[in-house]
């Protein structure tokens, strides 16, 4: 079994501020909007790849937010909240969950510390959000000045702490989508594990799958990345979901 392991905001699906082109199909409908779509050439290979292995949505979202995008395909799996809770045809693994908890546990009160300190951030644009005991999330006017804060008070031998534009998480190291990638392929008793993603959240997932596609820009910071790894040229005529998907379909074919 080869498990496909993919981010989706800016991987697999683009919201209505990105251009993607005229020609898209909206997959995801909030409150009465279409927010975010992919092209018809991703709505192919995703068909065609989910074919040939298990394709698992490995996000952080969580469950109502992933619950809103239709991609035209039964899943069977998908990871959300970062990898704390499994989802089996839609309905959460009450086991794996409970798991997550477990491994995380000696990182509640750093939870707790870092809601705390996020309640009191006079950058904050928005409620703070304790996702299911497992991260804590908000938004900042200033994110930058609301990382620093965090990094400053919290144990950062347990705990990352992540920006995304004026998003704002704190999040237990041992809740990463690498350790997630990890669990699944035991789990499922995996032969291989391809992984793909865009952002900071994808570098466990990067650094722990057998093989892994990213943008040119990939944000990986300090970390160090396996030699594993495919990366999209930046003159490559499409989005990066269509690179994914063709690697992906690439990799089975050598495989066969």
Request: aromatic content about 8%.
């Amino acid at each position: 079994m080869i498990i496909f392991n993919t981010d989706l905001d800016n991987t697999m699906i683009f919201s209505y501020k990105r251009d993607i082109g005229k020609n898209k199909i909206c997959v995801e409908i909030y409150q009465g909007r279409e927010v975010s779509f992919i092209t018809p050439k991703t709505a192919e290979l995703i068909k065609q790849i989910s074919k040939k292995m298990l394709f698992v949505p490995t996000t952080t979202r969580t469950i109502e937010q992933y619950q809103r995008i239709n991609l035209g395909i039964n899943i069977e799996y998908a990871l959300v909240c970062n990898g704390g809770i499994l989802l089996k045809n839609g309905i959460e693994v009450p086991q794996w969950y409970e798991e997550s908890l477990d491994l995380i546990k000696d990182c509640q009160p750093q939870l707790k510390l870092a809601e705390n300190i996020l309640e009191k951030d006079s950058n904050r644009s928005f409620e703070v959000r304790n996702i299911s005991d497992l991260f804590i999330f908000t938004k900042s006017d200033n994110p930058d000045v609301s990382i620093a804060n965090l990094e400053k008070n919290l144990d950062l031998s347990k705990m990352s702490v992540f920006a995304n534009g004026t998003k704002v998480y704190a999040v237990p190291k041992m809740l990463s989508k690498g350790v997630a990638v990890g669990r699944l392929k035991k789990k499922l008793g995996a032969d291989l594990t391809i992984s793909a993603g865009d952002s900071e959240f994808d570098v466990p997932m990067v650094q722990t799958a057998d093989i892994s596609i990213i943008p040119p820009d990939f944000p990986s910071g300090n970390a160090i990345l396996p030699g594993n790894i495919i990366k999209m040229s930046e003159d490559f005529g499409g989005v990066f979901s269509e690179f994914v998907l063709s690697k992906g379909l690439d990799i089975i074919g050598d495989l066969v």
